[in-house]
């Protein structure tokens, strides 16, 4: 029972910390610095949760879902990350680098749809709107 709690309160944990640093990221956005918002945020994701994100949107799905597996991370998580992948790749210039965030984001809330026991309609609603934003700017 105490063990299920301290793995219940590391998980929440781990939610707050991607929440704050997806946060800090948008703040840097709206003020016009987004090059040290994402360097700042992708260092605080790899030191403090060891997240990888340039490691993350590289890997094939196989792999990937053993590397958020092996992070313990919930359908919760996985959506914060797609928010993440999904506002990095809104301010990618490039066409590839743009479709390479913007898809690893749907693919992120894909996972969390197996891994759920619920069907969830805000993580369609995203991934509906992740798709509008790809096929209005290819």
Same mark, same amino acid.
């Given at each position: 029972?105490?063990?299920?709690?301290?793995?219940?309160?590391? =998980?929440?944990?781990?939610?707050?910390?991607?929440? &704050? =640093?997806?946060?800090?990221?948008?703040?840097? !956005?709206? !003020?016009?610095?987004?090059?040290?918002?994402?360097?700042?945020?992708?260092?605080?994701?790899?030191?403090?949760?060891?997240?990888? =994100?340039? &490691?993350?949107?590289?890997?094939?799905?196989?792999?990937?879902?053993?590397?958020?597996?092996?992070?313990?991370?919930?359908?919760?998580?996985?959506?914060?990350?797609?928010?993440?992948?999904?506002?990095?790749?809104?301010?990618? %210039?490039? &066409?590839?680098?743009?479709?390479?965030?913007?898809? !690893?984001?749907?693919?992120?809330?894909?996972? %969390?749809?197996?891994?759920?026991?619920?069907?969830?309609?805000?993580?369609?609603?995203?991934?509906? &709107? =992740?798709?509008?934003?790809?096929?209005?700017?290819?």
């Amino acid at each position: 029972m105490e063990q299920r709690d301290l793995l219940k309160d590391q =998980i929440e944990q781990l939610g707050r910390a991607l929440g &704050k =640093i997806l946060s800090d990221f948008l703040g840097f !956005k709206s !003020k016009g610095n987004v090059e040290q918002g994402l360097e700042i945020s992708n260092e605080r994701l790899q030191s403090e949760l060891d997240i990888d =994100i340039e &490691k993350l949107i590289s890997l094939d799905e196989s792999d990937l879902i053993e590397y958020i597996f092996t992070r313990d991370l919930t359908e919760t998580h996985l959506e914060i990350l797609s928010e993440y992948l999904f506002e990095i790749g809104k301010t990618q %210039a490039s &066409k590839s680098d743009f479709e390479l965030y913007l898809m !690893k984001a749907i693919k992120l809330l894909d996972i %969390a749809d197996k891994t759920s026991r619920t069907l969830s309609f805000e993580r369609i609603n995203k991934k509906s &709107k =992740i798709n509008n934003v790809l096929q209005h700017r290819l």
